[in-house]
T-cell receptor, first 115, second 110 residues
């Protein structure tokens, strides 16, 4: 069965420092991996995806994520955090060849960036 | 503008009173889905639809119904709402590798 784990409920970072939000996954085949962000009182917005190819994926708002097949991880990163990055972040996975669009979401990680 | 719309955005109702949350997308997507979001549980899929007249259960379908009579619309129906259905609901539509989410409907059942 597919699953996604986000081991940290909350991540606290000072503005200007690098940030990492962790995600590990479990699928029986090749994974499609996604990061979404949810700002307060808003729906989820797509940040980036890994389908195939380069293990380092660049996305919106300066975020990037690194796919590591041996560690089954897809951690979200940003070199320099902004206060406006404070939000709830969700990792999601879909199995290659699985039902189109069906995603399994992690429980979310709240990112708090302090000035 | 490409978007997914939901109505209403906020709803307070009483146990047992039937309600419908509408969802509409203007991107001609075949795939649509409903999720509920609860603290500590993340997003859980309720129902999804691969195309018109094709719907299937997600992880938490109990107490919900859906229909897909037109490609753009995918309403969520609660025939007899109960307090455990108090939640934040999201509709989404999707292309192959990306889903677009509506703004959410906050439902409170008393």
């Amino acid at each position: 069965a597919q699953s996604v784990a986000q081991p940290e409920d909350q991540v606290n970072v000072a503005e200007g420092n690098p940030l990492t939000v962790k995600c590990t996954y479990s699928v029986s085949g090749n994974p499609y991996l996604f990061w979404y962000v949810q700002y307060p009182n808003r729906g989820l917005q797509f940040l980036l995806k890994y389908i195939t190819g380069d293990n380092l994926v660049k996305g919106s708002y300066g975020f990037e994520a690194e796919f590591n097949k041996s560690q089954t991880s897809f951690h979200l990163k940003k070199p320099s955090a902004l206060v406006s990055d404070s939000a709830l972040y969700f990792c999601a996975v879909r199995e290659y060849g699985g039902s189109q669009g069906n995603l399994i979401f992690g429980k979310g990680t709240k990112l708090s960036v302090k000035p | 503008e490409a978007q997914v719309t939901q109505n209403p955005r906020y709803l307070i109702t009483v146990t047992g009173k039937k309600l419908t949350v509408t969802c509409s997308q203007n991107m001609n997507h075949e795939y649509m889905s409903w999720y509920r979001q609860d603290p500590g549980l993340g997003l859980r899929q309720i129902y999804y639809s691969m195309n018109v007249e094709v719907t299937d259960k997600g992880d938490v379908p109990e107490g919900y119904k859906v229909s897909r009579k037109e490609k753009r619309n995918f309403p969520l129906i609660l025939e007899s709402p109960s307090p455990n259905q108090t939640s934040l609901y999201f509709c989404a539509s999707g292309a192959r590798y990306e889903q677009y989410f509506g703004p959410g409907t906050r439902l409170t059942v008393t």
